[in-house]
């Protein structure tokens, strides 16, 4: 089955500074990378997404960028704020089946 | 427009018991899957119905179940519980079938937290 990665497990970050989560995987054949994350007391929400097709994509404060031939994936929060504490889970494609998630990283941003 | 809605929020059982979980996707969206999400495991995919078929099943025992509704509304079972299925049970609906291997976004509900005793 597909093996999808997280790192680190926790991250803590001043306010104002940037967090990067790393994803890997192991189906060369994934074509599909979601980031979503999940605030206390609620359900993950997607937040942004990528297809293997292209290699980064931004939307404000948040990026994601991909390398195929590594078979990882980013998240970049630049900037980061109070509100973006929370546990974000990657997940990909595998076996154009199946959407395996990670175990999710827990953010932790200090005011 | 409301959000994906999941009842009962908390609830309590013992083990051998067994527990049916709700949930009432967003108007328009005819798809709906269910994930386990448990501290150790993160969150692994049970299954997902469109117009009222099971098009996909994770792997997860016979004792997990789950119908659809004309409606679409949903609900899971899980018969003679055992201590390892306490977790959050998160429903999430999406306007397409397969959102659950990609092919569209999956809008997840606050979920259905399960204690086994």
């Known amino acids: 089955g597909e093996n999808v990665e997280q790192h680190p497990s926790t991250l803590s970050v001043q306010e104002g500074d940037s967090a990067v989560i790393k994803c890997t995987y192991s189906?060369?054949?994934?074509?599909?990378f979601p980031w979503y994350k999940q605030e206390l007391g609620k359900g993950p929400q997607l937040i942004i997404d990528i297809r293997s097709n292209v290699g980064e994509k931004k939307d404000q404060r948040i990026a994601v960028t991909l390398n195929k031939t590594a078979k990882h994936f980013s998240l970049h929060i630049t900037e980061t704020q109070p509100e973006d504490s929370a546990v974000y889970f990657c997940a990909a494609v595998y076996g154009n089946n199946r959407l395996a998630f990670g175990k999710g990283n827990q953010v932790v941003v200090i005011p | 427009k409301a959000g994906v809605t999941q009842t009962p929020r908390y609830l309590i059982k013992t083990r051998g018991q067994q527990v049916t979980l709700s949930c009432s996707p967003i108007?328009?969206?005819?798809?709906v899957s269910w994930y386990q999400q448990t501290p150790g495991q993160g969150l692994q995919f049970l299954f997902e119905y469109f117009s009222e078929t099971q098009r996909n099943k994770g792997n997860f025992p016979g004792r997990f179940s789950g119908r659809q509704f004309s409606n679409s509304r949903s609900e899971m079972n899980v018969s003679t519980l055992e201590l390892g299925d306490s977790a959050l049970y998160l429903c999430?609906?999406?306007?397409?079938?397969?959102?659950?291997?990609?092919?569209?976004?999956?809008?997840f509900g606050e979920g259905s937290r399960l204690t086994v005793l």
């Open positions: 999430a609906s999406s306007l397409v079938s397969g959102a659950h291997r990609g092919t569209g976004e999956l809008f």
């Open positions: 189906d060369s054949a994934s074509n599909y």
């Open positions: 108007s328009g969206h005819r798809s």
